[in-house]
């Protein structure tokens, strides 16, 4: 039966929750420690054209905004010993680990900013019977550009948060192959496969390029 006119009052009507979301395929970075992330966001830019007193607008380019994510920091395994070593991959040194005799100097890249990371990672939006994936946003070639490692207080026994900012080329969205929406039907690229398997056991992984 089609899910199309059934008011949110309808008990076979279930709304998308914000908690029912695992985030995935960051190194190093359980999916249990993942405290919030935001989904992604784009930017469309415009360019204008005046004539006489007029002023008409043209849509420009896609801008795909940071992601930010808020992790719980526990002791074992170590969230900032993680990312720190990610730091470290992605081609940063200390200034006192700098080799100035003949080894050259590394610095950071696109590609082993990258690497560090995961080329890809996902954001799985899941149902409430078993965890199968309703919708899935895969960030493309993903690095981190900011990191902070929290506070500390002698007043507060709250865990200690640690906020990222992760930049990324684009995002892609994956849906469901049946949707209620009245939109056109997605095509085969942008559907999620037919095994719904759950992501908190780590199967049924898009394979996107």
């Known amino acids: ?20 979301y695992v985030l995935s395929n960051m190194r ?16 469309i830019s415009e360019t204008q054209h005046q004539f006489i ?8 380019r896609v801008e795909w905004q940071p992601i930010d994510i808020t992790l719980v920091d526990p002791v074992d395994p170590d969230a900032t010993a ?3 070593e990610i730091v ?5 040194v200390y200034p006192s680990d ?21 080329r890809e990672i996902y954001i799985d939006q899941i149902d409430p019977d078993g965890g199968g994936k309703i919708e ?3 960030l493309k070639n993903p690095f981190i550009t900011n990191l902070d490692f929290g506070e500390l207080s002698y007043e507060s026994d709250e865990l200690v948060n640690i906020n990222m900012t992760l930049r990324h080329d684009y995002a892609r969205c994956l849906l469901k192959p049946t949707t209620g929406a009245d939109l056109l039907s997605p095509t085969p690229a942008d559907r999620l496969p037919e095994d719904m398997a759950s992501p908190i056991a780590g199967g049924g992984r898009v394979n996107d390029s």
């Open 82 to 84: 993680t990312l720190m």
């Open 88 to 92: 470290r991959d992605m081609g940063y």
């Open 28 to 43: 190093g970075i359980p999916q249990w420690i993942i405290k919030t992330v935001k989904k992604p966001s784009l930017q």
């Open 98 to 118: 700098i080799d100035t005799t003949g080894g050259g100097v590394i610095t950071i890249s696109k590609k082993k900013s990258i690497e560090a990371l995961g």
């Open 1 to 20: 039966m089609s899910n199309k006119g059934r008011f949110w009052a309808d008990a076979f009507s279930e709304p998308k929750r914000q908690y029912r």
């Open 136 to 138: 899935t946003w895969v």
């Open 53 to 60: 007193n007029y002023t008409f607008y043209y849509p420009g």
